[in-house]
């Protein structure tokens, strides 16, 4: 039946298996930061799926390859923010604070510095911008 929770819920799972599939085709074969982009894939599908274990481990697993490809994790707050999600879900609140903490902190290493980065936190250089 088209629509149907069913039908919708096991098309998502069988997106979230073929993403994770292929990550760890791609980690087997040593393509790191495209691993990482096939088990965020895998968390995000998971995630709106309402899975949010296979999410924890997807989202974990693509932090830490992207990481191990040198890539910084900061370039998917998203990733932290699923992950963040299904943590409180699943009622690992520690945990899920830590990951919050961790991408604020990223966040703010991202943040410029010098005399235009006290404007830019008030919004000012947003505003002259626009004018």
């Known amino acids: 039946m088209r629509g149907s929770p069913r039908g919708s819920s096991s098309t998502g799972r069988a997106h979230q298996e073929l993403a994770g599939l292929v990550a760890v085709h791609c980690e087997q074969a040593g393509e790191l930061a495209d691993a990482a982009e096939w088990h965020g894939r895998a968390g995000e599908q998971a995630r709106t ?11 974990q ?3 830490h390859l992207l990481a191990s490809a ?8 998203d990733w932290y923010e699923g992950l ?9 609140f520690a945990e899920a604070l830590a990951t919050t903490a961790k991408r604020e902190r990223w966040r703010n290493l991202r943040r410029p510095r010098g005399a235009g ?9 947003a505003g002259a911008a626009r004018r």
């Open 117 to 125: 980065a006290s404007l830019e936190r008030r919004g000012l250089l």
């Open 84 to 92: 963040s999600e299904a943590l409180t879900t699943q009622g690992r």
């Open 61 to 63: 697993k693509a932090l």
């Open 49 to 59: 799926g309402y899975a949010p274990a296979a999410a924890i481990e997807h989202f």
């Open 70 to 77: 040198g890539t910084a994790p900061h370039q998917r707050p």
